[in-house]
């Protein structure tokens, strides 16, 4: 079975191991098997300026191994569209107490393409938007690389451009927002096969949030 955990400043001293793995995991998908050079450090970790003590990680742990996670940054402090990309936004970038910014999706390669569901990421899609939802976030916003626009669009994630599109090391990326709802969570977890609230809220003040079982309506 694979758990979601939110991991953040006040209980990271509980996941240290499973942090590292996390890191490595980034890596070996984002400098190795991607090729972003910029992130290259010698420990093998990627770890950079804004996995600070406020930034949230979703971790996807299954039988104590990481098998995926993402990122997410509250926009009161620097993120990477404020920091690094700022081009990539025609808007002046909100800075809100209800807007968080994700980056770094991944899901180990031996997971993906996985036929047993819900798959990795979709429990990631998820995860997310209750992190969001129980966060009381209005929105949600990411750079990505344009071939996620139609993945979005299949799950039901409504987004809105900040920007062009722009190449970043010759790649196609977009700076777009995510709306929050929890209509929009229910059509999450319906086509990613998730049957209701998934998030593991360990030695981390879980806020009062309410969201229903959906087993019945998952295939
Ligand atoms: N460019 C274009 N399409 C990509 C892609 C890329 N770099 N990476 C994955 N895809 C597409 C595949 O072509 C495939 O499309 P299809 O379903 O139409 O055949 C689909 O995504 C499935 O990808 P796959 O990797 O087999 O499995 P998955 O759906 O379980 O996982 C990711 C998808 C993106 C989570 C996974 O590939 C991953 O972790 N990639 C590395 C991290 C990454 O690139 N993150 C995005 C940074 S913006």
């Known amino acids: 079975m694979i758990e979601m955990h939110v991991v953040r400043g006040d209980n990271s ?10 890191f490595r995991g980034r890596y070996e998908v984002y400098v190795r098997e991607r090729g972003w050079k910029d992130l290259e450090r010698p420990d093998g970790r990627d770890i950079d300026q804004f996995d600070t003590e406020e930034a949230v990680h979703i971790l996807a742990v299954e039988n104590k191994e990481v098998v995926g996670g993402r990122r997410m940054n509250p926009t009161t402090s620097p993120t990477l569209l404020s920091e690094v990309f700022p081009n990539a936004s025609l808007l002046p970038l909100i800075r809100s107490p209800d807007v968080f910014e994700t980056s770094r999706l991944w899901v180990a390669r031996h997971k993906r393409g996985d036929r047993t569901r819900p798959r990795v990421e979709s429990l990631l899609h998820a995860a997310t938007m209750e992190f969001a939802l129980a966060a009381g976030l209005s929105k949600t916003r990411t750079l990505f690389e344009t071939w996620w626009i139609p993945r979005f669009q299949r799950i039901g994630w409504k987004m809105h451009p900040l920007g ?4 970043i090391d010759g790649l196609n990326c977009i700076a777009v927002t995510f709306e929050v709802a929890e209509s929009i969570w ?16 360990h030695g981390t003040t879980q806020p009062a949030y309410h969201l229903p079982e959906l087993a019945h309506a998952v295939a």
């Not at 001293?13 to 996390?22: F, G, I, R, T």
């Not at 229910?186 to 809220?201: D, H, R």
């Open 186 to 201: 229910v059509e999450t977890c319906v086509k990613g096969s998730v049957p209701g609230p998934v998030l593991i809220w």
């Open 13 to 22: 001293h509980l996941y240290e191991a499973e942090l590292d793995q996390y």
């Open 164 to 167: 062009l599109p722009l190449k």
